[in-house]
C-alpha cells in the first residue's frame, strides 16, 4: 500500500490538435512531504496539478496513472471524485482576485466546504470557518466572516482561499502559483502558514510554481519542469545547489545575481512550442552544451547523486557551466519556430 | 464583460442595493420610475377606497359623460366609471407584468443555465430552441399560440412564457458561458461541489443580473401585450375591466368622447414608462460597475 499521491507516467493530450502538451510524468508526494513543481510558462505544471482532480480544460485528456492512497484517480467515476475534492485533495488557484466567488459571503463560502464534505449544521459550519479564518491570519475573523470578497486585499483574499481548501482537512493539497499575484510581504505570509500547517497536520503540498525562491523555501523536493517533461528531480538543496542539467543551472542563475554579475541573466530563446518537439533533448536549442547526441536520441532521467535524477547526457560538462555561457549562446531556431 | 482581474471584483450586485443612494440623472430616472410604480400598485390595490363606484356595475342613464367632479375621468358607453375602470384594470394589467415575467424569467434561466453550463449536445438542443422561437416575430408568434389554445388569460399566459423564455435562455446562456471560465467556479469544482450546486449558488446569482434588467423591459412589454390581445379579443374577456379592453370596447366613441380611450391609454404609457425607468436605472448601475 502505497500512502500519498503517486503519478506515474501522465501525458495530457489535446485531442483535437494532437499536441502532447504533458508526456511521461511521473511524481511522488507522501503524507507531509512538500514537492515544488517548477518550470516557465506553458511547461506544463498547472496542467499537471489540474489533472490529478480531474480538472483539465475540455479537449484536454490525460492518460497514464494517477493514484492516490492506491485509488486510481484518472478514471474515478464523476460522483466518486467529487467526494474526494476539496475533503481528501483540495487545490487553491492562482489568481485570489477571481477565485472567490463575488456574490458569497467569505464565511459562507468556507462553511459550504465544510458542510459539504460533512455532516454539521450551519451555525457549527460557521463557527468552524471563523476558527479556519483565525488560524490563516485573518483580524476580526467573526466580524470579517460577514464581508464579501470584494471587501478584502489579494493577499487575504488568499488566505480565505487557503482556508476553504483546509475546511474538510485535505491530505494533499495542491497550490497552482499561490502566491504568484501577491507581493513579497504577503508571499513570505502564505509561505510560512503553508508549511506550518503541513507539518501540523501531515498534508502533503503539491506547490507549482515558477519561482524558484518560493519552492526554495518551502518544498522537500523539486522537480523542473521543461516543455512538458521533468527534467530534473531531487531534493530541494541538491537541485538547488548541484543542479545536474543545463537548464535547471540556467535558471538559478536567472534569479541568483553574484557580485560579480550585475545584470541578470537570461537563457536565450524560447521553449519548443508542443506541436515541434524534437525527438531528442527538447533544451538543445537553447543549451550551450547541446551536441548532436542530444538532438537525435530521446535522452530519459539518469540518476546523478543521491535521490537526484537529471535528463541530460553532459551532466559532466554542465557542472562547469556558468551563466556567462548561456549570455553569450545564441539559441538556434527551428524552421517550424522561427515565426514565434 | 470584462474579465480582468486586475479591476476589483466589486458589485455589480450593488445593483441590489437599491437603498445606497447616488445623485446624478442615473438614480433620478429610476428613482421616478420605482415612485411611479408603486403609485400604481398602491392605487391598484386601493381601488375601492378611491372610487365609489363598481367597475363593472351599468347605469345607462349616466352613459358617455365627459369628466366632470362625480366622474373625474367620465363614463363610458355603458354608463361605468371610467376612472374606477382604469384602477380596477391596473390590477389585471400589473399581474399580467409580473406573470409574463415570472414564468419565463424562472424557466429561461433554468435554459440557459443548463446550456451554458454543460454545453455539449445539451447546448445545441436548447440552442435551436432558441433560434426557432426567435425566428418567429414575436407578436405574431403569440397571437398564433393563443389563437390555438382559445382566449383567456391563463393561455395568454401560456403563450408568453412559451415564446419569451428563449430571450431570458439566450442571455443566461451567454453570461453563463463567460462565467464557466473564472476561476471562482474552477475553485468551486475542485472542492468536491455538484453541478447543480455550482450551477445555482455559484454560477446563477453571478449571472442574473442582466436578465433582471431585461425583465424590466419585459415587463413593460407584456402590459403593451396584454393589452393588445385584450384588444383583440384575445386575452381578458368582458367586462373584467383591462385597458386593452376598454380602449377596444370603446374605439367607436373616440372621435366624439375621447376620455374612453385617453385615460387607460395613458395608464399603458405611464405604467410602461415607469418600468422602463427602473430597467434604464437598474442598467445603468449594472454597467458602471460590471466586473
Given at each position: 500500500m502505497s500512502k500519498g499521491l503517486v503519478v506515474d507516467d501522465l501525458s495530457i493530450t489535446f485531442n483535437r490538435q494532437q499536441l502532447e502538451v504533458v508526456n511521461e510524468l511521473t511524481l511522488q508526494i507522501g503524507p507531509g512531504e512538500a514537492l515544488g513543481l517548477v518550470g516557465e510558462s506553458g511547461s506544463g505544471k498547472s496542467l499537471t496539478a489540474r489533472a490529478i482532480l480531474g480538472l483539465l480544460p475540455t479537449g484536454a485528456v490525460a492518460s497514464g496513472k494517477v493514484t492516490f492512497d492506491d485509488v486510481s484517480l484518472l478514471d474515478l467515476p464523476l460522483h466518486e471524485m467529487q467526494k474526494l475534492r476539496g475533503a481528501r485533495i483540495a487545490m487553491i488557484f492562482q489568481d485570489p482576485m477571481s477565485s472567490l466567488n463575488p456574490v458569497l459571503r467569505v464565511g459562507e463560502a468556507i462553511a459550504q466546504v465544510i458542510r459539504s464534505h460533512e455532516p454539521v449544521g450551519s451555525a457549527d459550519a460557521h463557527r468552524r470557518a471563523v476558527d479556519l479564518m483565525d488560524r490563516v491570519g485573518i483580524r476580526d475573523p467573526k466580524e470579517r466572516s460577514r464581508a464579501y470578497p470584494h471587501q478584502f486585499s489579494g493577499g487575504m483574499r488568499q488566505r480565505i482561499m487557503i482556508a476553504m481548501a483546509l475546511a474538510a482537512n485535505p491530505a494533499l493539497l495542491l497550490a497552482d502559483e499561490p502566491t504568484t499575484a501577491l507581493d513579497v510581504v504577503v508571499q513570505a505570509g502564505i509561505l510560512r502558514l503553508l508549511t506550518e500547517l503541513r507539518h501540523e497536520k501531515g498534508m502533503g503540498l503539491l506547490l507549482v510554481s515558477h519561482d524558484l525562491a518560493v519552492v526554495g523555501r518551502v518544498s522537500d523536493r523539486v522537480a523542473v519542469m521543461y516543455a512538458g517533461q521533468i527534467v530534473e528531480e531531487g531534493p530541494t538543496s541538491e537541485v538547488l545547489l548541484r543542479p545536474h542539467m543545463p537548464y535547471t543551472i540556467g535558471l538559478i542563475a536567472c534569479v541568483r545575481r553574484d557580485r560579480a554579475q550585475a545584470r541578470l541573466t537570461s537563457i536565450p530563446g524560447t521553449p519548443p512550442p508542443s506541436g515541434t518537439r524534437s525527438r531528442g533533448c527538447r533544451f538543445a536549442s537553447r543549451c550551450p552544451l547541446a551536441i548532436d547526441a542530444c538532438r537525435s536520441t530521446p535522452v530519459s532521467l539518469a540518476h546523478v547523486g543521491p535521490d537526484h535524477w537529471a535528463r541530460c547526457i553532459r551532466t559532466a560538462e554542465a557542472r562547469n557551466l556558468t551563466p556567462v555561457d548561456f549570455a553569450s549562446h545564441k539559441p538556434e531556431l527551428d524552421v517550424e519556430q522561427g515565426h514565434g | 464583460m470584462t474579465n480582468s482581474p486586475a479591476e476589483p471584483l466589486a458589485t455589480r450586485y450593488a445593483l441590489f442595493r437599491g437603498a445606497r443612494i447616488r445623485l446624478g440623472k442615473q438614480s433620478w430616472s429610476f428613482a421616478v420610475g420605482i415612485c411611479g410604480f408603486s403609485i400604481i400598485v398602491l392605487a391598484a390595490i386601493f381601488a375601492p377606497m378611491l372610487t365609489p363606484y363598481d367597475p363593472v356595475a351599468l347605469d345607462f342613464s349616466s352613459?358617455?359623460?365627459?369628466?366632470?367632479?362625480?366622474h373625474p375621468f367620465g363614463t363610458d358607453n355603458l354608463g361605468r366609471d371610467v376612472l374606477a375602470r382604469v384602477l380596477y384594470a391596473a390590477r389585471v394589467d400589473l399581474q399580467i407584468g409580473a406573470i409574463g415575467v415570472a414564468f419565463p424569467l424562472m424557466i429561461g434561466s433554468v435554459m440557459g443555465l443548463l446550456a451554458g453550463y454543460f454545453g455539449g449536445w445539451l447546448d445545441a438542443l436548447i440552442g435551436r430552441a432558441i433560434d426557432i422561437v426567435i425566428a418567429f416575430p414575436f407578436l405574431v408568434l403569440v397571437i398564433a399560440i393563443v389563437a390555438m389554445l382559445g382566449p383567456g388569460l391563463v393561455n395568454l399566459y401560456i403563450a408568453v412564457t412559451l415564446v419569451s423564455w428563449v430571450l431570458y435562455a439566450r442571455i443566461l446562456r451567454g453570461e453563463t458561458f463567460a462565467l464557466k471560465r473564472r476561476e471562482y467556479v474552477l475553485a468551486a469544482t475542485s472542492l468536491g461541489y455538484s453541478h447543480a450546486r455550482i450551477m445555482f449558488r455559484h454560477v446563477l446569482p453571478n449571472a442574473i443580473a442582466p436578465a433582471i434588467v431585461f425583465a424590466m423591459s419585459d415587463y413593460a412589454l407584456d402590459v403593451q401585450l396584454g393589452a393588445t390581445l385584450s384588444f383583440f379579443g384575445l386575452g381578458v374577456q368582458p367586462p373584467t375591466p383591462e385597458w386593452g379592453l376598454m380602449i377596444a370596447e370603446a374605439r367607436s366613441f373616440m372621435?366624439?368622447?375621447?376620455w374612453v380611450v385617453l385615460f387607460p391609454g395613458l395608464a399603458i404609457v405611464t405604467l410602461s414608462l415607469c418600468v422602463s425607468l427602473i430597467g434604464d436605472g437598474l442598467a445603468d448601475r449594472a454597467r458602471g460597475i460590471d466586473v
Open positions: - | 352613459a358617455l359623460q365627459a369628466p366632470s367632479w362625480s372621435l366624439t368622447e375621447p
